[in-house]
């Protein structure tokens, strides 16, 4: 379907560049664990020593390491937003690993559609789920208090894309978590957005409502193989085993957002169609004040796609602009009312 190629090719593009030294600014720590086994994560060196809040921050979905080094450019692409690295002396800036997948490696450019390519390993295909990634998070910031200097009166996490959805899941595991960030991420089932993008697209003429129709049973039908199989690990929708799919819809991100009282800001783009469609994050809205609970922030950039872009259109042409060192600004004022 067209949906799920566009979706890939905005996967594949969500690296940002930076210097190949960039691994030598970090201190990596290593976690072993009973159940989640090895789990890692880094934060900067600079003013390590100094006792700082947390700010967590988890990365969207995909197999590929968090600082992923390309051969052919000699330099790293980090899975994330480089925007965080200037409030590294404001906070232990912490990144985290996924399982099997150490956070340095090394990834391969495909010379034919030029994709970033690296091996998948039974430790991912075997743990990769909200449960492991909320889990590992949780983890994590339990050790960082005990080894780096902590300021406990804010730990804030941070969440873009899939790593949206396991955000509040992590506030809901450690009540040490102070404030919540959610950056271009689902409020309702993910699973939901494939068919609100084919509903959209018989509305904009690029396809019949026939063909909308047959391509969502299409759809429900590979939903109910899903959860009639959500253990599986050999089974596979979009590339992805059942088992992801069935994790990340054991819960969605809006319940878990509604058993929270700490403050939650969360931002979608307006012209975010094809990852975290805009109209599925809009409902959060609804609950929380069908609810009375105000501890919600919600901030739509009208015209930002899902990279946290601008796109302008001007004379039939598109213009990107960064908005990543605003929204950040935004937040970071966030936490300190």
């Not at 921050?57 to 051969?71: D, L, M």
């Not at 804030?156 to 959610?182: C, D, E, F, W, Y």
Request: net charge neutral.
């Amino acid at each position: 379907m067209k949906i799920f190629v566009f979706s890939l090719f905005l996967t594949l593009t969500s690296f940002t560049f930076a210097q190949n030294d960039l691994k030598d600014q970090f201190q990596i720590f290593t976690i072993e664990n009973k159940k989640l086994g090895k789990v890692e994560f880094c934060t900067f060196k600079s003013t390590i020593a100094q006792k700082k809040p947390i700010l967590l921050f988890i990365h969207g979905s995909g197999n590929e390491p968090t600082f992923a080094y390309q051969p052919d450019l000699k330099t790293y692409a980090w899975k994330g937003f480089l925007e965080i690295e200037q409030y590294k002396d404001v906070y232990h800036v912490i990144c985290v690993s996924k399982p099997g997948i150490p956070l340095f490696d090394t990834i391969q450019k495909d010379p034919i559609n030029f994709s970033t390519t690296y091996p998948l390993n039974d430790t991912f295909i075997q743990q990769y789920s909200l449960e492991w990634r909320a889990e590992a998070a949780s983890l994590i910031i339990n050790q960082a208090i005990k080894l780096l200097p902590v300021d406990q009166s804010k730990i804030v996490v941070i969440g873009h894309s899939q790593g949206g959805q396991v955000a509040p899941k992590v506030a809901v595991l450690n009540k040490k978590v102070t404030h919540v960030v959610m950056l271009n991420t689902n409020s309702l089932n993910h699973l939901y957005d494939f068919t609100l993008q084919e509903r959209l697209m018989s509305f904009t003429g690029e396809q019949t409502f026939e063909q909308s129709q047959q391509n969502i049973d299409s759809l429900f039908s590979e939903y109910a193989k899903i959860f009639a199989d959500p253990n599986s690990r050999e089974k596979l929708f979009w590339d992805e085993t059942y088992y992801r799919w069935a994790s990340f819809s054991d819960e969605t991100p809006l319940e878990n957002m509604l058993k929270l009282k700490i403050p939650i800001y969360m931002v979608a783009g307006g012209k975010d169609i094809w990852q975290s469609f805009v109209m599925n994050s809009d409902y959060v809205q609804i609950e929380f004040l069908r609810h009375h609970k105000t501890n919600l922030t919600y901030r739509v950039y009208p015209n930002a796609n899902h990279f946290l872009q601008d796109e302008l259109v001007e004379n039939g042409k598109t213009e990107y602009v960064n908005i990543k060192s605003q929204i950040f600004k935004d937040i970071h004022e966030w936490t300190n009312k």
